[in-house]
Each structure stands twice: as C-alpha cells, then as structure tokens.
C-alpha cells in the first residue's frame, strides 16, 4: 500500500520526536489566546519555511497554510492543526508550565501543532514516495469556533481543493499512544449565547421601586436548564450550560443590567432547532412579565462533526498495516464537545481521531482542567498515523 516500509516510517517518527516534544514545550510555555496567535503562527512559518514548504500567512486571523507540492496533476491530501489556548491559568508544577498569566494549553492545541511539524518534517524526508501533495493547515481561533470559517471564508484553498483532510484531537481519557475511532458523528453542534437583562437599580431595601434584574436572570437561567428535560426528545441528546454571569455592585445595591452567557450542544438537527426557538421565548416573555428589557445574541459556532464512513475504513486499514503497534480503539459515543473542524467536513471528506495521552494520574486530568498535560510519549503516534495515511495513498 505504500512505497515507505514500517521500519522507514518508524525511522522518520523517532527522528522527528525530540524535537516535536521541544516544541511543544515551548508552545506550551507561550500560549495565546483565540485570535492573538502571532507567536506561534511565527515559529510555524519559520519551521515549514526552514524545511522547503512554501507557506501562506494571515489566512482567517493568523491562519496558515502550508504546502508540500509533489505534482501540478497529484490529489491533495490535507490536515489540520489548532493552535489557540484558553483563558485559564495553568496549575502544573513543570519546567515548561505556561508563562503567560490566566493563560494555558488546558486544551491540547499545542500538542496538535506539534505533531503536524512533526509531520512536515517526516513527509518532507520521504517526498519521493508520496502521490499526493500534501496542505498542512494550522488553524487561529478554534476554542471560539470561529478560526476555522474565518480561515475558508478568506479563501484557504483557492488554489486547490483536497479530496480528504484530517486532524486529531488529544484525549486524556485513552491509554497514552492509542488512536481512537468512530464512525459517524464524532461531536455535538455547539452554539454560543449571551444574554443581556436591563432593569431599574436601586436600594436594596427598596426593591419595589427597582426592576430586580438578579430574579428575573435567576429565573431565566433555570427555565434555560428546564428545556434539555422537558422539550428535548430524550432521544437526542443535548446539553445546555450556562458559564459565565456578570452583574452587581455592592450587596445593599439592586443593579441595573446583568449578563451571562454559555453553550449548548445537540447531536441532532431537530433538537437544536428546538433549543434555540425555545431558549428566545423564554428569555423574552420572562424579562417582560417583570418590566425588563433582554438582550438575546446567539452565536451558531459549529455543526456535528461526522467522520466519513469510507476514509475511516481506510484509515483503519492504513493503520492496521503501517503503524501496527498503535492500539487502535472504538469509540462508543460521540463527545457533547463542539469541535470547529467540522466546517472543513461540509465540503470535504475527512475524520477526526482521538489521540491517547493518559498514563497515569499527572496526565489523566480532563480537558480544560488547570493541570491538564500529556504523555508525550503519545505524539510519536499522532505523527506516525498522519504520516502513514500521506504516505500510503496513491
């Protein structure tokens, strides 16, 4: 199936590593929030530019893409790496622990950067046995479910399109190294809100002469909790949660607008529908009913993540014969967690795999969790597997 031998693929993965794992270290290190990707983006440039990929910047915010040309008549095959952080502050005890305050790769995202230098290297060291040119997206912006469209709606494959595309996604849930699969969908559509409630402030012991907007935000946010339960089919599953809430200014004083925001998530279309038609009613009735004004702003971030039945067969057999070793793994249920990767799926065939990274207590902290790290170990799979499905297709 392919013109590269296991022993040569094992070769270009071992020698890549150490590196890989420096830079992940350093990234991890210097993270950067959704949109602010400047540093990183730089040090990916850099690297792809070093190893004779030419290289596209300032797609979609500070997109990349980079490309490994074999042939003007050669398919594409392309895959995609996030690179944003979150806004928490980091609680490992490590030399590489971030430095950057209220900032942390709680998520994994420099783990995915990583590997995909890794793969550039390794694929670039066995150019003569690829049939295909490869694009190596790096993608801003993914934790606000914006990077991805951002980057297609600035054109990221102008040039050419590719006929299937792929990323990973670290799970701490999986024994370190393995790659977990699924067929169909993979994760939830998500969609983002944030609701304004205005009032009348006033004295605490005056509350009659206000517009309390605390009750009425207390009331809204549980009939928000309500919908899931009661107009959700329980057979399509949902979940609805509420974040973030900002209001008040002194315990004696009866503000005049507070705010909250949050997600929800559905793996089906019907039930999304549902949600957003209800969560509009109620927000608007309750606010009303008590004299206040609501602000409703809904931000619909991104679909159901399905993997393409066919190119998971294939990956699966392109794994079994070139990385025999990786423990490969069923998944039996899709993640409630939304995942931007899903927009490239509207137009182009691909899949995303779950990447083990948990050994033991210090790595099996969940995802966004302060003290969230890998084994990385692992990444020498997630390298190989992306290797692998280049190298082996004609």
């Given at each position: 199936?392919?013109?590269?031998?296991?022993?040569?693929?094992?070769?270009?993965?071992?020698?890549?590593?150490?590196?890989?794992?420096?830079?992940?270290?350093?990234?991890?290190?210097q993270p950067e929030l959704s949109g602010c990707e400047q540093k990183t983006a730089r040090l990916v440039t850099m690297f792809c530019e070093n190893v004779g990929l030419e290289v596209r910047q300032g797609i979609g915010g500070f997109g990349l893409l980079a490309t490994l040309k074999i042939s003007d008549s050669s398919p594409w095959i392309a895959f995609r790496a996030d690179m944003d952080?979150?806004?928490?502050?980091?609680?490992?005890q490590r030399d590489y622990a971030s430095t950057e305050a209220g900032v942390s790769h709680s998520c994994g995202h420099d783990v995915h950067t990583a590997i995909l230098l890794g793969v550039v290297h390794a694929l670039h060291a066995n150019r003569d046995a690829l049939k295909r040119n490869v694009a190596f997206v790096f993608q801003p912006a993914e934790e606000t479910c914006e990077g991805a469209s951002s980057m297609l709606r600035d054109n990221l494959f102008i040039d050419f399109m590719p006929e299937q595309i792929y990323a990973l996604h670290v799970y701490p849930y999986l024994p370190a190294g393995c790659i977990g699969l699924r067929n169909g969908p993979m994760c939830a559509a998500a969609d983002m809100f944030d609701v304004e409630i205005l009032g009348r402030g006033g004295h605490a012991a005056r509350p009659h002469e206000c517009i309390d907007v605390?009750?009425?935000?207390?009331?809204?946010?549980?009939?928000?909790?309500?919908?899931?339960?009661?107009?959700?089919?329980?057979?399509?599953?949902?979940?609805?949660?509420?974040?973030?809430?900002?209001?008040?200014?002194?315990?004696?004083?009866?503000?005049d607008h507070i705010s909250f925001s949050?997600?929800?998530?559905?793996?089906?279309?019907?039930?999304?529908?549902e949600i957003r038609a209800v969560m509009d009613r109620i927000i608007r009735q309750t606010a009303e009913a008590w004299g206040a004004t609501a602000r409703f702003n809904l931000r619909q971030a991104t679909p159901v993540l399905i993997n393409d039945s066919n190119l998971l067969a294939q990956a699966r057999e392109i794994f079994t014969e070139m990385i025999p070793d990786t423990q490969l793994i069923e998944i039996d249920e899709a993640s409630?967690?939304?995942?931007?990767?899903?927009?490239?799926?509207?137009?182009?065939?691909?899949?995303l795999f779950r990447l083990g990274t948990g050994s033991g207590p210090e790595t099996r902290y969940p995802l966004h969790h302060p003290n969230f790290d890998i084994d990385e170990t692992s990444m020498r799979s997630g390298i190989a597997a992306f290797s692998a499905l280049a190298l082996s297709q004609g």
């Open positions: 199936m392919s013109g590269v031998t296991i022993e040569q693929l094992v070769a270009a993965v071992d020698a890549v590593l150490p590196e890989v794992v420096e830079i992940r270290r350093h990234l991890h290190q952080a979150l806004p928490i502050t980091d609680g490992k605390i009750q009425v935000a207390a009331q809204v946010i549980q009939s928000l909790h309500q919908i899931v339960g009661r107009r959700v089919n329980p057979l399509h599953p949902a979940v609805l949660t509420i974040g973030q809430i900002h209001g008040g200014h002194a315990g004696n004083v009866i503000p949050g997600t929800f998530r559905s793996l089906h279309p019907d039930a999304h529908e409630m967690g939304g995942e931007d990767f899903a927009e490239f799926l509207r137009d182009i065939p691909g899949c």
